[in-house]
């Protein structure tokens, strides 16, 4: 069986400590290789799934003609939620995705399954789950690696699985830029801003 020692639980915990949301104005012009693609596409892999399910399929995006054209619906989003939030004037002053920037994106879906999947009869959304630990998988093995992913998640899913090309048999989990970036913050940026406060262990234990 193989154990683990302090010092690895202190690294998996400087991991998961730095790991930041990158956006557009920290992506810098440098090319992620092949090989460090696959070993963030291979950690996802490896994520906890329903019924060993493994839900997950990966569009990568590299051509500026599609990052455009999701950039559009984003841009379109992001202005009619400007009066969601009209009480906060910071909203509008902050830049919350790197489409364009970044030189790669990728659009992670979800697959149902057309049989029967164990664990998932009751809690039909639990395949979905899923893929968002895949998604964890990456962004932790990404900051690892010293690259940057950020989740964009003002856009609607059905325009982008279509701007994609991709059959609607796929449900749009989450659209990640990925790059190397200028700076990883000491702090999450929106803690920085004030944007909310953190939350401590004691807030979150119901009793």
């Known amino acids: 069986m193989l154990k683990f020692k302090k010092k690895e639980l202190k690294t998996l915990n400087k991991i998961i400590t730095s790991r930041r949301d990158i956006r557009g104005n920290n992506f810098i012009d440098k090319k992620v290789s092949k090989k460090k693609l696959k070993i963030i596409l291979k950690a996802a892999l490896k994520a906890p799934s329903v019924g060993y399910s493994q839900p997950w399929h ?3 995006v590299k051509k500026n003609k599609q990052k455009n054209e999701i950039y559009k619906n984003f841009k379109k989003n992001y ?28 659009a992670v879906f979800y697959k149902k399954n057309n049989k029967e999947v164990l664990g998932q009869t009751y809690m039909k959304r639990s ?10 998988n990456m962004w932790l093995t990404a900051r690892a690696l010293n690259i940057g992913i950020g989740w964009v998640s003002i856009i609607k ?10 059959s609607k048999e796929y449900k749009l989990i989450g659209y990640l830029c990925i790059g190397y970036t200028n700076n990883f913050l000491d702090e999450p940026e929106l803690k ?3 944007w909310e406060k953190e ?4 807030n979150c234990i119901l009793k």
Request: contains cysteine; proline residues 5%; positive net charge.
């Open 58 to 60: 990966f569009k990568i």
């Open 127 to 136: 395949g979905e789950y899923s893929v968002v630990c895949a998604i964890h």
């Open 199 to 202: 939350k401590n262990l004691k």
């Open 192 to 194: 920085k801003l004030g």
């Open 157 to 166: 899913p059905k325009k982008i699985r279509k701007a994609l090309k991709v």
């Open 79 to 106: 202005l009619k939620s400007f009066k969601k939030f009209k009480d906060r004037p910071l909203y509008k002053k902050l830049k919350l995705e790197g489409i364009k920037e970044s030189p790669i994106n990728i």
